[in-house]
C-alpha cells in the first residue's frame, strides 16, 4: 500500500539493519525474516540492495499445483562454454538490467521478448486488441539481440510461458564500398545467420537451410521469419512489409516517410506487388527510422479507420 519509492527505501533499510546486525559481535541473531509480496518495486531493491537473487523464494502455478522455486546466483546465471570467461559478466548484468528492466516478468502471465522498437510499440497495440490475450497480464521486454540468452536459465526456472521473437539476420554479402548487396532471398539454400540466438537453439550452426520453423525448450518458444509472399525477411520491419504489401495503410507510411525510394518502386504504374519484390530495399530505407515508422503505423492504426495491417505469421502464430 506504500507509494513505490517507499517500497524499495522499505526493502533497503531492512537489508541494511539485518547486515548490520550479523556484522556484530555477538551476533545473536535466531530469528527469520519472511516477506510475501505482489510488488516488482519490492522484489527490484531486494535484489539491487543485496545484489543476488538469494533468499528469494518464488511460488508458480504448476498444474493447479503451488510450486515453491528458491533461486539463487547459481541457478540464474547464464551457462557458459568451457574456458569462456564472461559467466561473471553475465550475472552482473542480470543483476543490474533486472532493476531497470525485468523484474516484474515474476509477476506475468505470460512474457514476451523482442528485439527492436517497432516490434516493442506495434505488438502492445495488437495484444491490447485481442479478444483473448488482453484479459492476460502479458509483459513485453526489448532486449537486443545476444543478451536475450542472458535471462534463459532464468526463465526456465520461472516456468512463465515465454515468446522470444528473433530475426533471421540472414548474412549478406557486401559490394566493394562495403554496402549490403540489396538482394531479395527466396531460398535458404547456402544462407547463415549472424544471430547468435539461432545459433544457440540450431546446434551452434549458424546454417540457416534446414532449421524448423521454430525452436521450443521447456517453456521457451523461439519465432523467426519463414517465407513471406515468396521471400524470407531478415527483420520485423521486411517481415511486416511483405505480410502487408498490398495493404493502404502501410502503403501511406511509407510514402509518407521515404517519398522517393516508394515512388522509385512502385513506379507511374504504382504497382503494389513491386514493394513485395523490393521488401529488403524498403527495409534498408528504414533503417535509421525504425521509431519514426512505429510510431507512423501506431499513429495510423488509431486514427485513420483504414485497414489494420496483420502481424506475421510467425509472430502471430508464436
Known amino acids: 500500500f506504500m507509494h513505490p519509492q517507499m517500497q524499495e527505501l522499505f526493502i533497503k533499510y531492512i537489508n541494511d539493519t539485518v547486515s548490520s546486525l550479523l556484522k556484530s559481535k555477538e551476533k545473536n541473531v535466531n530469528s527469520q525474516l519472511i516477506i510475501t509480496t505482489h510488488s516488482s518495486h519490492i522484489l527490484n531493491s531486494k535484489i539491487h540492495s543485496g545484489n543476488t537473487f538469494n533468499s528469494i523464494n518464488y511460488i508458480v502455478n504448476d498444474n493447479k499445483h503451488s510450486n515453491v522455486i528458491a533461486l539463487n546466483d547459481e541457478k540464474v546465471k547464464p551457462k557458459i562454454k ?46 491490447d486488441n485481442h479478444s483473448v490475450l488482453n484479459k492476460y497480464y502479458i509483459s513485453i521486454f526489448k532486449i537486443d539481440g545476444a543478451h536475450g540468452l542472458v535471462y534463459h536459465e532464468l526463465i526456465k526456472l520461472l516456468k512463465v510461458p515465454s515468446l522470444l521473437i528473433t530475426d533471421l539476420d540472414i548474412k549478406r554479402s557486401e559490394d566493394e564500398n562495403g554496402e549490403k548487396e540489396v538482394v531479395q532471398i527466396s531460398t535458404l539454400a547456402g544462407t547463415t545467420t549472424t544471430n547468435k540466438t539461432i545459433k544457440k537453439y540450431n546446434n551452434d550452426s549458424e546454417q540457416l537451410e534446414n532449421i524448423p520453423e521454430y525452436y521450443e525448450e521447456s517453456n521457451i518458444r523461439v519465432v523467426y521469419q519463414g517465407k513471406i509472399n515468396g521471400y524470407y525477411a531478415t527483420s520485423f520491419e521486411e517481415a511486416f512489409i ?7 495503410l502501410l502503403n501511406t507510411v511509407l510514402k509518407e516517410m521515404r517519398p522517393k525510394v516508394y515512388k522509385k518502386i512502385i513506379g507511374d504504374d504504382e504497382d503494389k506487388k513491386m514493394i513485395k519484390d523490393n521488401s529488403f530495399k524498403l527495409h534498408k530505407s528504414l533503417s ?9 503505423l501506431l499513429y495510423e492504426f488509431i486514427t485513420s479507420g483504414a485497414e489494420i495491417p496483420m502481424l506475421p505469421e510467425y509472430i502471430s502464430g508464436g
Open 82 to 127: 568451457k574456458g569462456e570467461d564472461k559467466e561473471n559478466k553475465d550475472l552482473i548484468f542480470l543483476k543490474k538490467h533486472i532493476k531497470y528492466k525485468v523484474s516484474e516478468l515474476f509477476f506475468s502471465d505470460a512474457i514476451i521478448f523482442i528485439e527492436g522498437v517497432t516490434e516493442e510499440t506495434l505488438l502492445r497495440y495488437f495484444l
Open 242 to 248: 511483405l505480410t502487408n504489401y498490398d495493404n493502404e
Open 288 to 296: 535509421n527510422g525504425k521509431s519514426e515508422f512505429a510510431s507512423s
